[in-house]
């Protein structure tokens, strides 16, 4: 994505920050002649709406046309009215968040908005040319729109969680949701695949591990002899995440790191740097930079040791001799990835992969890792891929071998087959209806005032409260 892009939705995403709402943006067959985009006269900037506490201003409906169109979509036959609508719709949840007494950290706010800020020099080279970009007369200027910005998201999104929350879905209301779906209302669903793998992981030898962890002694050492341990972690850490901002995590008991590197982390007194200790990605250690409440700012260094060219050959030797035994039927896939494998997150399952996205064995071709989508699209079901190498970056350099354990065509839903999906389906339309109902309440019980031409809008909710 082209990196002015990029910043232009991270500044201006609170568009489509919001995970749910009622008015979705869909061109209407016949939008009004004087609104379809942003007119050419000069318009003299000005409050639209008031929701609550919050006004909109007729810029901001300026700034999300800016905003979408950054993205390569087309504004033609879009509306002010049907973005003003959207923005209501975000201010609402907003101000009835903060009547909830719905708690947004400031801390947190200012931490994403420094994520983004920093990210944002990056890519324009100074902070200078961040504010100018931004048509900003001074940095505090724009770090306040910013935070707004990012604090209103927060609150819309903590409130959208609270009304959906809630809600759930029974098997029942699942059964009578498919029932009266019509066939032509039937959702077509993608071919499908569900796939297992067994790793084999090269071992890394006592003289490998040793080098690491002495020079991670040796940082430790020159750290505490004055040297700066962020300038350390951008020169040395391999942990790509927390590189460009100097090992830097925020973390409390309940972020999901690995049990070994929380142990650690909450065993340090401020201002501590640990020793060399190991997790699974490697050798790290920890410097604790400072203490808030019940979260720590803490500073790391990962480094990885490195596999020998000798411990490569052993792992592929092993993995070309567990192949050979599943295809000679000496053992099943299943039972090799169940005492062979070296991965335990798939060990236990036969090897079956987990869906990230649906959290079921199954994936949709046409959105799978385009990696997994090359190494599977063409086998038959059972069959088993020839040994492949792999070096993604976290696991370091591993084998794999790979099937396809069943694969459907595309095909309308069934019930049977596709229960999780349409259960999806069923839940996402209560949620909706959920959404709706308190629309329609709070709308009702909230001061809102639309100014000027805009009054003569056509809305999805009822904003005129007519």
Not at 152 to 171: D, F, H, N, R, Y
Not at 194 to 220: F, G, M, N
Request: net charge neutral; proline share 3%.
């Amino acid at each position: 994505m082209h990196t002015f892009k990029l910043i232009r939705i991270l500044f201006l995403g609170l568009f489509i920050a919001t995970p749910m709402v009622a008015q979705e943006i869909i061109p209407e067959k016949q939008p009004e002649k004087k609104s379809v985009n942003p007119p050419k006269k000069q318009r003299i900037d000005g409050i639209v709406a008031t929701i609550g506490d919050y006004n909109i201003l007729d810029s901001d409906i300026d700034k999300t046309y800016l905003e979408i169109e950054s993205q390569g979509q087309s504004t033609k036959d879009i509306t002010r009215c049907q973005i003003l609508g959207k923005l209501m719709e975000e201010k609402l949840y907003a101000h009835q968040a903060i009547q909830d007494s719905i708690q947004v950290k400031d801390e947190e706010v200012k931490e994403r908005m420094n994520q983004q800020i920093d990210y944002m020099v990056e890519q324009l080279k100074s902070m200078d040319a961040v504010v100018k970009y931004f048509k900003k007369d001074n940095e505090d200027e724009f770090r306040a729109e910013l935070f707004d910005i990012l604090k209103q998201q927060q609150l819309a999104s903590e409130m959208t969680k609270k009304i959906v929350g809630a809600v759930e879905i029974t098997p029942e209301e699942t059964r009578t949701f498919f029932q009266k779906l019509s066939k032509d209302d039937l959702p077509l669903v993608g071919s499908e695949v569900e796939v297992a793998q067994i790793v084999i992981t090269p071992k890394v030898s006592d003289e490998e591990k040793k080098i690491v962890i002495d020079r991670l002694k040796e940082i430790k050492a020159e750290v505490l002899n004055g040297a700066s341990f962020t300038t350390k972690a951008v020169l040395y850490t391999e942990d790509p995440g927390s590189r460009s901002n100097g090992g830097y995590y925020k973390i409390n008991k309940k972020t999901p790191f690995v049990k070994e590197f929380k142990d650690v982390a909450f065993s340090l007194q401020e201002g501590e740097i640990s020793d060399p200790f190991e997790t699974e990605f490697g050798f790290h250690i920890i410097y604790l930079e400072k203490v808030r409440g019940q979260d720590l700012e803490i500073r790391h260094i990962l480094m990885k040791p490195k596999v020998t060219s000798t411990s490569l050959k052993e792992a592929r030797e092993r993995a070309d001799l567990i192949r050979k035994r599943i295809m000679d039927k000496e053992i099943t896939f299943a039972d090799a990835a169940r005492t062979l494998s070296d991965e335990k997150e798939t060990r236990a399952n036969g090897g079956a992969l987990i869906n990230p996205k649906t959290q079921d064995t199954h994936f949709e071709l046409t959105k799978m890792d385009p990696e997994l989508y090359s190494q599977v699209s063409n086998l038959k079901s059972g069959e088993v891929t020839q040994v492949l190498f792999d070096d993604d970056g976290r696991n370091g350099k591993r084998y794999k071998i790979i099937t396809v354990t069943s694969k459907s065509d595309e095909h309308l839903a069934d019930f049977s087959k596709d229960y999780t999906k349409i259960r999806e389906l069923a839940l996402k339309e209560k949620q909706l209806k959920a959404i709706g109902k308190w629309f329609d309440q709070k709308i009702k019980e909230t001061y809102i005032k639309i100014n000027g031409e805009y009054k003569e809008c056509k809305f999805t909710n009822n904003w005129l409260k007519n």
